[in-house]
C-alpha cells in the first residue's frame, strides 16, 4: 500500500517532463500536470494496488521497475507488463473503469509519481494537450500489445527471448554483452514465459555463444543469434 508521499521537487518534476507521457505538454497544462503529482517511495515486493480495488490514481515509474500482472481463480499468475522508469500505468482507466482490472507490485524499491483519476480527467477535459497527451500514451499502448499477441503467437521461446537481446545489443556483430536490468523471472514474465520455459530457452541458445550468469548474458555471435 502506499504510504507517505510529498509534491514532486525539482529533479523529479524534471524527470517527469522528460517522460513519454508528458514531455509533449507545454506551458499551463505541464505546469498544471507537474503540480498534480505526488511522489512515493516503495520497497521491493510492496502492492501499489490490487485488482479489484477503486481506480483512483495512475502512476509514473520514476526509479526502479513495477510488475503488472493478474491472478487467476486457482492462484495462478501471468504478468501483464515490466513497467520501467518513464513508463505509465493504469491511465487506460482514466476515461472507463471504476476499478483496477490487474494488479502493481514493485519488483524493486521504487519512486513513482501518482496522478489522481479525478483530477487529470478533468484537466483533460479542459486542455486539449492534456487530452492528447493520454490519447497517446494510450495509441503506444495498443500498439505495444499488438505487438506481444504476435510475438506470443509467432514466435517460439528461444526466438522471444533472441529478440529480446538483440534488440539491446550494444553491436550488430560479432561478440556482445549485456547485463538484466532486472531479475530473470521478471524477464520471464515479460516474455509470457513461465521460469522454466525461460531457462530451457537460454540453454537451447548455447549453440549461437549465449551464456548466462547471474543477470549478465554474453553473446559469442550476435550474427548467429539474429538466425534464430
Given at each position: 500500500m502506499l504510504d507517505k508521499s510529498h509534491k514532486a521537487n525539482i529533479r523529479e518534476r524534471g524527470l517527469l517532463t522528460k517522460t513519454p507521457f508528458l514531455h509533449s505538454l507545454t506551458g499551463n497544462a505541464l505546469a498544471r500536470m507537474l503540480d498534480s503529482a505526488h511522489v512515493y517511495s516503495m520497497p521491493a515486493r510492496a502492492n501499489v494496488f490490487r485488482e479489484g480495488e477503486p481506480a483512483l490514481a495512475f502512476y509514473c515509474v520514476l526509479a526502479g521497475y513495477v510488475r503488472l500482472y493478474r491472478v487467476s481463480r486457482d492462484g495462478r499468475q501471468a504478468d501483464i507488463r515490466i513497467c520501467a522508469p518513464g513508463d505509465v500505468f493504469a491511465e487506460c482507466l482514466i476515461f472507463g473503469g471504476e476499478k483496477y482490472r490487474f494488479s502493481a507490485q514493485?519488483?524493486?524499491?521504487?519512486?513513482?509519481?501518482?496522478?489522481?483519476?479525478?483530477?487529470?480527467?478533468?484537466?483533460?477535459?479542459?486542455?486539449?494537450?492534456?487530452?492528447?497527451?493520454?490519447?497517446?500514451?494510450?495509441?503506444?499502448?495498443?500498439?505495444?500489445?499488438?505487438?506481444?499477441?504476435?510475438?506470443?503467437?509467432?514466435?517460439?521461446?528461444?526466438?522471444?527471448?533472441?529478440?529480446?537481446?538483440?534488440?539491446?545489443?550494444?553491436?550488430?556483430?560479432?561478440?556482445a554483452s549485456i547485463r538484466?536490468?532486472?531479475?530473470?523471472?521478471?524477464?520471464?514474465?515479460?516474455?509470457?514465459?513461465?521460469?522454466?520455459?525461460?531457462?530451457?530457452?537460454?540453454?537451447?541458445?548455447?549453440?549461437?555463444?549465449?551464456?548466462?550468469?547471474?543477470?549478465?548474458?554474453?553473446?559469442?555471435?550476435?550474427?548467429?543469434?539474429?538466425?534464430?
Amino acid at each position: 500500500m502506499l504510504d507517505k508521499s510529498h509534491k514532486a521537487n525539482i529533479r523529479e518534476r524534471g524527470l517527469l517532463t522528460k517522460t513519454p507521457f508528458l514531455h509533449s505538454l507545454t506551458g499551463n497544462a505541464l505546469a498544471r500536470m507537474l503540480d498534480s503529482a505526488h511522489v512515493y517511495s516503495m520497497p521491493a515486493r510492496a502492492n501499489v494496488f490490487r485488482e479489484g480495488e477503486p481506480a483512483l490514481a495512475f502512476y509514473c515509474v520514476l526509479a526502479g521497475y513495477v510488475r503488472l500482472y493478474r491472478v487467476s481463480r486457482d492462484g495462478r499468475q501471468a504478468d501483464i507488463r515490466i513497467c520501467a522508469p518513464g513508463d505509465v500505468f493504469a491511465e487506460c482507466l482514466i476515461f472507463g473503469g471504476e476499478k483496477y482490472r490487474f494488479s502493481a507490485q514493485a519488483a524493486e524499491n521504487v519512486s513513482l509519481a501518482r496522478f489522481d483519476m479525478q483530477d487529470v480527467r478533468e484537466l483533460a477535459e479542459q486542455d486539449t494537450q492534456v487530452a492528447k497527451a493520454i490519447m497517446t500514451a494510450l495509441s503506444g499502448h495498443l500498439l505495444s500489445t499488438m505487438d506481444c499477441v504476435v510475438n506470443d503467437r509467432l514466435h517460439t521461446a528461444p526466438q522471444r527471448v533472441a529478440d529480446y537481446l538483440i534488440n539491446r545489443c550494444p553491436t550488430a556483430t560479432g561478440t556482445a554483452s549485456i547485463r538484466l536490468p532486472f531479475q530473470k523471472n521478471l524477464l520471464a514474465g515479460m516474455l509470457g514465459l513461465a521460469p522454466e520455459a525461460l531457462s530451457r530457452a537460454f540453454s537451447s541458445l548455447r549453440r549461437t555463444g549465449v551464456t548466462v550468469r547471474g543477470r549478465v548474458i554474453q553473446i559469442g555471435d550476435v550474427e548467429a543469434l539474429k538466425q534464430i
